[in-house]
Nanobody, 122 residues
Framework: QVQLVESGGGLVQAGASLRLSCAAS????????VGWFRQAGKAREFVAGM???????YYADSVRGRFTISGDNAENTVYLQMSSLKPEDTAIYYC????????????????WGQGTQVTVSS
């Protein structure tokens, strides 16, 4: 079983950048597809996802061109580089893992981190 811990959130002004980290322990992330989701008081929203071998990547339309997901097998960590942040990006950001292919459905992920808060001021 894999355990996930997110970090890197914070309070920034609009237009700034942040890099979130999702550090895994217990098992290599190379066995899982990994997704980033965010929640701002309503349903958990898909942000970005990466397949086990990193050759397939999905982005939500709202973040495409501004956010980049990447992985470091040596560090057993997946990152979410966020640029040109907007106030509407404010949310708690979660990483999640699932076996099989990437999915944009939060309910298909079995392991979740505790989340990290991102707040973007205007």
């Amino acid at each position: 079983q894999v355990q996930l811990v997110e970090s890197g959130g914070g309070l920034v002004q609009a237009g700034a950048s942040l890099r979130l980290s999702c550090a895994a322990s217990g098992r290599s992330l190379s066995f899982y597809a990994v997704g980033w989701f965010r929640q701002a008081g309503k349903a958990r929203e898909f942000v970005a996802g990466m397949s086990r071998n990193g050759d397939t990547i999905y982005y939500a339309d709202s973040v495409r061109g501004r956010f980049t997901i990447s992985g470091d097998n040596a560090e057993n960590t997946v990152y979410l580089q966020m640029s040109s942040l907007k106030p509407e990006d404010t949310a708690i950001y979660y990483c999640a893992a699932r076996e099989g292919a990437i999915s944009t459905a939060a309910t298909s992920y079995f392991e979740w981190g505790q989340g990290t808060q991102v707040t973007v001021s205007s």
